[in-house]
């Protein structure tokens, strides 16, 4: 077992029976991995290691990819990396800021995330082939995180510090941003 760790932003597998996840060793250790871990039986397999610090992790939709904030090195940001189960790790994103939650779109064609500092982010898109990433929040200068997306894949839901902070719902394309809740 890889202990000390400690557990993050696990994700369900697309026929649900087992849960990735990121483990990550204590403050001041080198090392985290993603494990597999079987819903029935708890055993754990390990998926991807070889990194400084992985977070949020997310499932393609076919099951045989996943998605994850993770560094490599301790003088790099965070970034979204694909991670083939079955060869080798790609970044996806490359900007000056840490990355913070990752969301796929349900064709699987889109990835969704945060990118910014601990005052001020942004949420972006970028095409799972890793292109640039668009800005769904430009401008605004505020802290948006969470962001979530709706059953039918039309929406999105963020929690953000925007107009007072709040709840806040828009388009997949950052269109028709409106307050849900204060």
């Known amino acids: ?19 990735a996840t990121a483990e990550n060793r204590g403050e001041g250790a080198v090392g985290g991995r993603i494990v597999g871990i079987d819903v029935a039986s708890g055993s754990e397999t390990e998926l991807s290691t070889g990194w400084s610090f992985v977070g949020q992790v997310a499932w393609s939709a076919d099951g045989r990819t996943l998605y ?84 039918d894949g039309s929406r999105l839901v963020f929690a953000s510090t925007r107009d007072g902070g709040g709840l806040f719902l828009m388009g997949v394309n950052g269109e028709s941003v409106r307050r849900l809740a204060d």
């Not at 077992?1 to 849960?19: E, H, L």
């Not at 079955?86 to 900007?95: D, L, M």
């Not at 349900?106 to 601990?118: E, I, R, Y």
């Open 1 to 19: 077992r890889f202990a000390p760790g400690f557990f993050v932003g696990p994700s369900w597998s697309p026929d649900g029976t087992t849960i």
């Open 68 to 151: 994850a904030v993770a560094r490599r090195g301790f003088n790099t940001n965070e970034r979204i990396w694909q991670i083939p189960l079955k060869g080798e790790p790609r970044p996806i994103t490359n900007t000056l800021f840490d990355h913070r939650i990752v969301s796929l779109s349900a064709d699987g064609k889109t990835l969704f995330f945060v990118a910014g500092d601990t005052t001020r982010s942004e949420i972006y898109s970028v095409p799972v082939g890793g292109k640039m990433p668009a800005s769904l929040t430009p401008g605004t200068d505020a802290f948006h995180d969470q962001p979530r997306l709706s059953p």
